[in-house]
């Protein structure tokens, strides 16, 4: 790699890098608009993509409801569909499946995991993906595949939030409630609201005064912009466009809004490390060596090399496995110590960051624009980025790139104000992304959810998770939530195939309790406590160098002290994968439903 262990002088690097993150710590970074409330951005959350269509409300009582119509809620929903369950509705919020590809259509698009282990049951559906990273269009669909092979749609409820629910201790059901006036009852309530499902838009004084349009990325108005995801933006031809945010989101948006606005600027508050992605199309010949279980056999594959597990081939070979991997898991000698360990983990990552730079110097011609490029904090400081043509982008004469590291001024009714000065825009686009993957379940979930004794999840959680496996909770019967982050569970850089197994755990975990006749399960006192207890036990606080990474959603904004240990992972760091895996499949297998009180009653709709 360029500037390798020659150039590396450790209280050099770290003294840029402290600067860097200085620059960044000031006063209502983290400050956002709650768009539940916000009277003028509230409009942000419609759905531009579906009409909304009036229906009268719904009474009904079913075997499951699924909040969430995305990734985990659709697996959710084949799995109990596979363990005999026929009485499903899905709740969600957009106008049909799909989940975070619903709503993200904006143009260019696109996963940051290889199409193969990103896309659900693709030997099941019988599909090989087009592209090595598949476009959101292409994932869509899948999706939306997934939920016609399930029937899963037909008695779905979209466009349509919960507004409540509630444990019914007479009739052993949920009472579910929306904003539509429907009242649901079921047996078993399924919680997959996603991990990034809540928009997050940056409290900035004047916004509200902006003249021109303006939205955020996950709702993309194709009525301004005119186009489509594939299509040149030609109502943008005339008109100057400015981009807020340069994530995941802000990097692909950057090179079709180039190619068609008249001007592009794009105001960066901390720059992305851009890894090379190698898209292309899928081999011809690629479906044609495979036997079954190849999908999963590739995503343990890919996960065991995240986990820093010796592996005789790499099946993915891109930038996670090559970088991320590697800064996560350093190799370490027999006899290091704890110091000489850390000292080489950080020689490492500098090393990685340096050819990040080094791709910067290589790809942006403008030497200024170049070093404002150039990401100086440890590559363990926030999710990488990867993208073919971002960097290439601004090179076109037609795109400014602003750096304002502490944040915009304001916004007035022209467009945004840095350091004094006043960019005019006709347009304002928001990609600044979602709130955090760590975000409480009981916010992501947009509702009270009340237990046995009028308790609530948000109190029940106010003070950090209280789980069995992440996935329920005492005092909440019946009641099933899909792994993720923040919850007592593991963390995986592929989500899907963390759904995957919690949809296999809920679909088994119903069936069989079905099958027992059993109508009521609670988590026990002593499970929930002896989970917690393993869950603080295993975690690792790393503030100390946390602390030193320039503010973003990995570092709880620059605050990795305030992280609670209760909403740790099974297993140091990002979690134990194969041994959480290991121990719900056997769970499953046992069929003793160990850590749950059980009740059979006669409790016939």
Request: aromatic share 10%; with cysteine; glycine share 12%.
């Amino acid at each position: 790699m360029p500037g390798g262990a020659a150039s590396y002088d450790p209280e050099a690097v770290r003294a840029r890098y402290l600067a860097e993150r200085d620059r960044r710590l000031v006063p209502g970074r983290a400050d956002i608009r709650d768009l539940r409330t916000d009277e003028h951005f509230a409009r942000y959350r419609d759905d531009p993509f579906t009409p909304f269509v009036d229906r009268d409300p719904v009474a009904d009582n079913v075997d499951v409801v699924i909040v969430g119509g995305g990734i985990a809620g659709l697996l959710a929903g084949a799995q109990l569909r596979k363990a005999g369950v026929e009485r499903i509705r899905i709740v969600d919020q957009a106008g049909g499946v799909g989940g975070t590809w619903y709503w993200n259509r904006y143009p260019g698009v696109m996963c940051d995991v290889e199409s193969t282990i990103y896309l659900p049951m693709l030997e099941e559906l019988g599909t090989i993906p087009t592209r090595r990273y598949a476009f959101g269009g292409e994932i869509l669909a899948h999706l939306e595949a997934v939920a016609d092979r399930f029937d899963l749609g037909t008695d779905a409820l979209f466009h349509t939030g919960v507004t409540g629910a509630r444990w019914q201790e007479d009739t052993a059901r949920w009472r579910v409630r929306t904003d539509r006036g429907d009242e649901l009852t079921c047996r078993w309530y399924v919680l997959a609201v996603g991990i990034l499902n809540l928009l997050k838009l940056p409290a900035i004084a004047g916004m509200e005064d902006f003249a021109g349009p303006s939205f955020h990325t996950a709702r993309w108005d194709y009525g301004t912009t005119g186009g489509g995801p594939d299509e040149p933006l030609t109502g943008l031809a005339d008109k100057v466009v400015g981009l807020i945010g340069t994530g995941a989101t802000g990097i692909q948006c950057v090179p079709p809004l180039a190619a068609s606005a008249k001007h592009l600027y794009v105001f960066q508050r901390t720059p992305s490390a851009i890894g090379e992605r190698g898209n292309r199309p899928t081999d011809p010949g690629f479906a044609a060596g495979l036997e079954p279980g190849w999908q999963r056999a590739r995503m343990d594959n890919f996960q065991a090399i995240m986990m820093g597990r010796p592996t005789e081939v790499d099946l993915i070979d891109d930038g996670w496995t090559h970088h991320y991997a590697a800064v996560q898991h350093p190799p370490r000698d027999e006899g290091m110590t704890t110091a000489e360990y850390l000292r080489r983990a950080e020689k490492l990552d500098y090393a990685v960051m340096e050819a990040h730079r080094h791709r910067v110097e290589e790809l942006v011609s403008d030497r200024a624009t170049a070093e404002i490029l150039k990401p100086y904090y440890r590559y363990i400081c926030k999710r990488p980025c990867f993208h073919d043509e971002y960097l290439q982008a601004l090179n076109n004469p037609n795109v400014t790139l602003v750096d304002c590291p502490a944040g915009m001024e304001r916004i007035t009714g022209q467009g945004p104000v840095v350091d004094g000065k006043q960019f005019e825009v006709d347009c304002l686009i928001y990609g600044t992304g979602f709130q955090a993957e760590l975000t409480p379940l009981f916010r992501r979930s947009g509702h009270d959810i009340v237990g046995r004794g009028g308790v609530t999840l948000a109190g029940k959680w106010a003070d950090g998770a209280s789980s069995l496996y992440g996935m329920m909770s005492r005092g909440f019967p019946n009641l099933f939530v899909m792994p993720a982050p923040g919850q007592q569970a593991v963390v995986t850089v592929n989500y899907t195939q963390l759904a995957v197994l919690g949809a296999e755990f809920v679909g088994g975990a119903i069936g069989q309790l079905e099958a027992r006749g059993v109508e009521v399960f609670d988590v026990s006192a002593e499970a929930e406590e002896a989970w917690t207890e393993r869950i603080v036990g295993s975690y690792v606080d790393s503030s100390a160098v946390m602390s030193a990474c320039t503010p973003s959603r990995i570092n709880n904004e620059g605050h990795p002290e305030a992280m609670n240990p209760r909403n740790g992972n099974y297993g140091r760091g990002l979690g134990d994968w194969f041994g959480y895996r290991e121990l719900l499949e056997g769970w499953l297998r046992d069929g003793r439903f160990e850590g749950l009180e059980l009740e059979v009653r006669s409790t016939a709709p």
